[in-house]
């Protein structure tokens, strides 16, 4: 988006303050089979050994959303999940995460330094802020401005993030995208 010219790239242990919006991305159309592999079925108990199968038949984001696919006969005949509770299981949970595609549209904002006013600080290689934003962050310089998309092992996970009051900003398995602008990093 724009790259940065000052100083260095900030190292572990720099003091970040960072512009930020954070806006919610759809898995449907935005998850790969990797992704619905590695982000959702592996967080499904007992149900990761379908992997190669769902990797065999390319189960993206879209089909795993696609009521009319994703069904208890595709996965028993398809899938070859013998287990019908299992099947159950699994469209059920596909069942959820396209419902909270309605829920909680993508482009949705969730947060902002801007809606604050106030720039967001924080160490580097601290562990107080996501994965994505560790990454992305320590390979910027001051004044660059990036655009980052990250899926939800690199975000919030499985469990989301709430408010104190336990009201859902992020849902679980969200993908998210982050404009970002490094404003500045001092060691």
Same mark, same amino acid.
């Given at each position: ?77 398809? =899938? @070859?999940?013998?287990?019908? /509770?299992? &099947?159950?299981? !699994?469209?059920?949970? %596909?069942? $959820?995460? *396209?419902? #909270? ?22 160490? =580097? @290689?601290?562990?107080?802020? /996501?994965? &994505?934003?560790? !990454?992305?962050?320590? %390979?910027? $310089?001051? *004044?660059? #401005? ?33 404009? !970002? ?7």
């Amino acid at each position: 988006m724009e790259v940065g010219t000052e100083g260095d790239i900030p190292s572990k242990g720099s003091t970040i303050e960072l512009e930020y919006t954070g806006t919610l991305l759809g898995e449907r159309d935005y998850w790969s089979t990797n992704d619905v592999v590695e982000c959702w079925l592996s967080e499904l108990q007992g149900l990761d050994q379908l992997a190669p199968m769902f990797v065999e038949h390319d189960i993206d984001g879209y089909k795993l959303m696609d009521e009319s696919f994703f069904t208890e006969e595709y996965c028993t005949d398809t =899938l @070859g999940v013998s287990n019908k /509770i299992q &099947a159950k299981k !699994l469209v059920m949970a %596909s069942r $959820r995460l *396209g419902k #909270r595609q309605v829920e909680y549209a993508p482009g949705m904002e969730f947060d902002s330094s801007n809606a604050r006013n106030k720039n967001y600080s924080f160490v =580097l @290689g601290g562990g107080k802020v /996501i994965r &994505a934003m560790e !990454l992305a962050v320590g %390979s910027m $310089r001051v *004044g660059e #401005r990036s655009m980052v998309v990250c899926r939800s092992d690199y975000g919030y996970g499985s469990e989301g993030l709430r408010t104190t009051k336990g009201d859902v900003m992020v849902p679980p398995f969200a993908t998210l995208c982050f404009e !970002l602008k490094l404003v500045g990093a001092t060691k």
